[in-house]
């Protein structure tokens, strides 16, 4: 089997995991005896807290991402002069 078939892109896992713990965080808050106003309180909670990490989860991906055509740019820039380089090489 080649690295293509068993590789699963970064940000599917990543929403798999918070949309399980997003699942079992609501499970919680609703088996758990309390009053409408705590449990309304509580969900309140639970959703602001899975904004917040979504919004650090997506400026980390941002960054991850920049990081990544920067260094796609170089590398290419690289390659780029690496075959000047020879053209040059095989024409002198």
């Known amino acids: 089997m080649s690295q293509e078939e068993c590789s699963t892109p970064m940000g599917t896992i990543l929403m798999t995991f918070l949309a399980g713990a997003a699942v079992g965080a609501v499970v919680v808050a609703l088996t758990t005896p309390k009053t409408g106003a705590e449990l309304r309180g509580d969900l309140k909670d639970v959703a602001r807290r899975a904004k917040r990490k979504a919004g650090?989860?997506?400026?980390?991906?941002a960054g991850a991402w920049d990081d990544l055509k920067e260094?796609?740019?170089?590398?290419?820039?690289?390659?780029?002069r690496g075959f000047t380089d020879a053209a040059h090489d095989l024409r002198g």
């Open 56 to 61: 650090e989860y997506a400026e980390d991906a």
């Open 71 to 80: 260094r796609t740019t170089l590398a290419a820039g690289d390659v780029k």
